[in-house]
């Protein structure tokens, strides 16, 4: 099954207004959660992580909220723009075996449409 | 700095064609990634190195895929006998060591005939 499951497959926010993207995972070993942005034809880039020893994150317009015990992440995005339109990939990592870097697994992303 | 740097950005191969896909690292990023993304399946996890050596290859089909990093400078993403199912677009990423963020390449886009 999906380890990492985004339900909402698209949604549209008004100009000016929060937008909110969820996240639900199922393997108890993820530790970092990541949303990453992705417009057509260009390669993911992260916009804001979290560790599991934190749940919430702020960074400009940009929040992390992390809820572990219900194994769920959101993203909100404060006074949405149209340049904000775009696909939002969630993701959450485990450490490999090695112990260094996080393998992450991806949802199938959210499109994001900001309306004028 | 370049970031990461995958070539060629689109290739077309006959079925059962050997493809051999490219990636060059951040300088200095010691972490390297692959995956693979489909619209069916999404953005998946193939392979990854670190300090040149393979340490988790868990997500790399059994049969056909392999995967080297000779240096540092670059890694290879091997496909033997391809098939229409392996058509994808295939993203590099690396990272410093104990880093979280991954910085993505443009990818590969694979067609496969």
């Known amino acids: 099954g999906q380890q990492v499951k985004q339900s909402s497959p698209s949604l549209t926010v008004q100009e000016g207004g929060i937008s909110i993207l969820n996240c639900d995972y199922e393997?108890?070993?993820?530790?970092?959660f990541a949303w990453y942005k992705k417009y057509p034809d260009n390669s993911p880039t992260l916009l804001i992580s979290v560790r599991s020893n934190v749940d919430k994150r702020e960074d400009g317009r940009l929040t992390v909220f992390l809820n572990k015990s219900g194994k769920h992440f959101s993203l909100h995005i404060t006074a949405s723009q149209p340049e904000d339109t775009a696909v939002y990939l969630c993701?959450?990592?485990?450490?490999?075996?090695?112990?260094?870097?996080?393998?992450?697994?991806f949802g199938k992303g959210t499109l994001l449409t900001v309306t004028p | 700095n370049a970031g990461v740097i995958q070539t060629p950005r689109h290739k077309v191969t006959g079925k059962g064609q050997e493809a051999t896909l490219w990636c060059e690292p951040i300088s200095g990023h010691s972490a390297v990634f692959w995956y693979r993304q489909t619209i069916v399946q999404g953005l998946e996890f193939l392979t990854y190195?670190?300090?040149?050596?393979?340490?988790?290859d868990s997500g790399m089909p059994k049969e056909r895929f392999s995967a080297q990093m000779p240096n540092q400078s670059h890694s290879t993403l091997k496909i033997q006998s391809t098939q229409p199912q392996d058509s994808a677009v295939y993203l590099c990423?690396?990272?410093?060591?104990?880093?979280?963020?991954?910085?993505f390449g443009p990818g590969t886009r694979l067609l496969v005939l």
């Open positions: 993701a959450a990592g485990a450490r490999n075996s090695g112990g260094s870097n996080y393998k992450l697994t």
């Open positions: 190195f670190r300090n040149q050596a393979p340490i988790d």
């Open positions: 990423a690396s990272s410093l060591v104990q880093q979280d963020t991954q910085y």
């Open positions: 393997n108890d070993m993820f530790d970092y």
